[in-house]
């Protein structure tokens, strides 16, 4: 996710420093750092693989950074009751992966945000509040924000 595409959802939906953000599948961490340096959110990453997650945590230990966090573990298995606002990129997920996230996403915290790449969710407790078409390191990608109701 390029800086600008991620500010540009986080501004739309009015990121703050109130907010807890969670990156599901964070990669190398660097939306959680976005959130959490530029925004000031309190920000956890979740990610699979060990190097992501070892390194991006050696960041935040070298760096001092407060209010951040990554954990290796799956999305599906994380609590995410105390998130407000939530980012996913499910460009390449099968059917039964997206049959999870969205049974994840029943569960999520009322007036919590979702923003989400690629691919729309259709849930009754998600109040679509627009999309945009923005640039990714992989090319354009239609990007969905959701409140949760």
């Not at 953000?21 to 990453?45: E, I």
């Not at 999520?108 to 078409?133: A, E, T």
Request: proline share 3%; charged share 25%.
């Amino acid at each position: 996710t390029t800086y600008f595409s991620i500010a540009e959802s986080f501004k739309f939906i009015q990121l703050n420093d109130k907010d807890v953000f969670y990156d599901l599948g964070c990669g190398t961490g660097k939306t959680v750092f976005t959130a959490n340096v530029v925004f000031g959110a309190k920000s956890t990453g979740l990610e699979i693989v060990e190097d992501f997650v070892d390194n991006a945590n050696e960041v935040v230990k070298l760096l001092k950074l407060e209010k951040i966090t990554f954990i290796e573990k799956s999305i599906f298995e994380h609590n995410l009751k105390d998130g407000t606002v939530f980012y996913v990129t499910p460009t390449c997920f099968d059917e039964e992966n997206m049959k999870k996230l969205s049974k994840k996403f029943k569960d999520l915290p009322k007036n919590s945000r979702l923003i989400v790449l690629s691919k729309r969710i259709d849930l009754p407790n998600l109040k679509p509040l627009g999309s945009k078409m923005l640039f990714y390191s992989w090319g354009k990608a239609e990007t969905f924000y959701y409140q949760v109701v």
